[in-house]
Every structure is written in C-alpha cells, then in structure tokens.
C-alpha cells in the first residue's frame, strides 16, 4: 500500500501533483463520484440499497426480471429514484472535464447513469452502465430524454409507433455493451495514470477493468477501504469533491 491520506488538502495536494506528471490518465468512477450531487450510492448507510418504503429490494427492482415481469413498479421506482433530474455536477466533475480539455485526461470510465460527467464539459465519457438520458423505443429505435419518461406514467410508450420505451441502462442479469467493454479497456491499458473514484469494486464485468492497467500511477479515491488499496501508490480516503478542489 501507498500513501494513506485523509486529509482533503494533503489528498489535494498529492492528487495535483499526480495530474501535473500525467500524460495519459484515466479516470474510473462509480455512484460516490455523485454523492456531492445529492444522488445516493448504493451500499452506505444512506444508500439506495438500505433505502425503504418498496414493496420490493432496489436489487431487486434494477433486475431485467423484473424489469419484464412488474412493468409498473419499475417505472415507478426509476422515474422516482433513478432520475435525479435536479442533480448538478459538483467539483470532481468539473476538475475531470477541465483534465481533459488541458490534454491531461484522456477519458473517464464511469458506473454511474446520471449524465453528470458530460453536463460537467467532458467529451470523452463511457458509460458502462448506459444513462438515464436516453430512453429507446424496443420496436422503432427512437430515443427519448430523461425529461419525457418523467412525464409519463405507467409503461412508457412510444408516441411514433406504440412500442415499449425501455430506459439504456444496464439492468442486473444483461450485459454490458461490447463496444463499451472494448473502449474502457483500450483507455486503461494506454493510461500512465488510473484513478479509482467513488465506487468500492465490487461489481463485476465493469470491476475486472481495473486489471489491465500496467502504467505507472494507481490512485484510489473511497472513503471505505477497498480491494485495490493494496496495489495503490495512493489512497485518498476522503471526501472525493474535495479531493478534485484543486
């Protein structure tokens, strides 16, 4: 293990002068990148996943299953939970937009489905996971935005044909697109610098990526202890917003 820090302005510090050597840095984040958005991880105490008042488990409701067998109370919990249309980005996604377009980043890789990344200025995003902001009819192709699933109810349907619109993101039990497999991994093996961002690796294709980096530089920013800090020349076990506040 690397440098250990928990400070905000050491882990700034530290994460500046990593970025001013970096030629080629990626960045690899999931749900606590968002969290400074007022959009809820998955596992912490506060997270999605130890939320209540649903019939069902949110592991549950994010299944294709059950996406194909209860319609209705899918919608119901995306539009109401999934959706976060008030949700701005906060300093880690701007300082990443700003690493690109300085030539220091050249892409990041994230879990998350919110579209923040790119509202941020970032041009180079893959989205592993797919995105609320786009919605497809299954029988025409036809996309739609987060706004117009959030003004319909029940089974959305497509207005050009009256086929199913069905959200483009990655329910439990579907596969990732190859596209997006191919691309990450092409970045991470290229990158003289990965950074590991707000997501504790525990959910697998999209946790595999990290295994094909061979640069020079591994950096993990979680506030909890994860299965990579082992391998990091630094770990910023802080709140993330803070540690990109430079």
Not at 43 to 61: I, V, W
Not at 131 to 152: F, M, P
């Amino acid at each position: 293990m690397g440098e250990y820090l928990t400070n905000p302005a050491d882990a700034q510090a530290a994460m500046k002068k990593v970025m001013e050597k970096a030629h080629h840095a990626v960045f690899f984040g999931g749900a606590g990148v968002s969290t400074a958005s007022g959009i809820p991880d998955f596992r912490s105490p506060n997270g999605l996943y130890n939320q209540r008042g649903y019939k069902y488990p949110p592991e549950e409701m994010l299944s294709h299953s059950f996406y194909m067998t209860h319609r209705e109370e899918f919608f119901d919990f995306y539009r109401h939970v999934m959706c976060v249309p008030s949700a701005k980005p906060n300093q880690c996604h701007r300082k990443l937009a700003e690493l690109e377009q300085e030539g220091k980043l050249d892409c990041v890789i994230t879990q998350n489905i919110d579209g923040l990344h790119q509202a941020a200025g970032s041009r180079h995003v893959i989205e592993l996971h797919g995105s609320t902001h786009r919605n497809i009819c299954q029988k025409c192709g036809a996309v739609y935005s987060e706004e117009w699933i959030l003004d319909t109810e029940g089974v959305p349907k497509c207005p050009k044909c009256g086929g199913d619109v069905k959200p483009d993101v990655v329910l439990y039990e579907e596969s990732l697109k190859e596209e997006n497999l191919i691309g990450a991994v092409k970045a991470i093996q290229k990158a003289d610098v990965l950074i590991i961002g707000g997501t504790s690796l525990v959910v697998y294709p999209a946790a595999g990526l990290v295994d094909y980096f061979q640069g020079d530089t591994l950096v993990v920013c979680n506030l909890e202890a994860g299965p990579r800090d082992s391998a990091a020349d630094l770990i910023c076990a802080c709140d993330i917003a803070k540690t990109f506040d430079f």
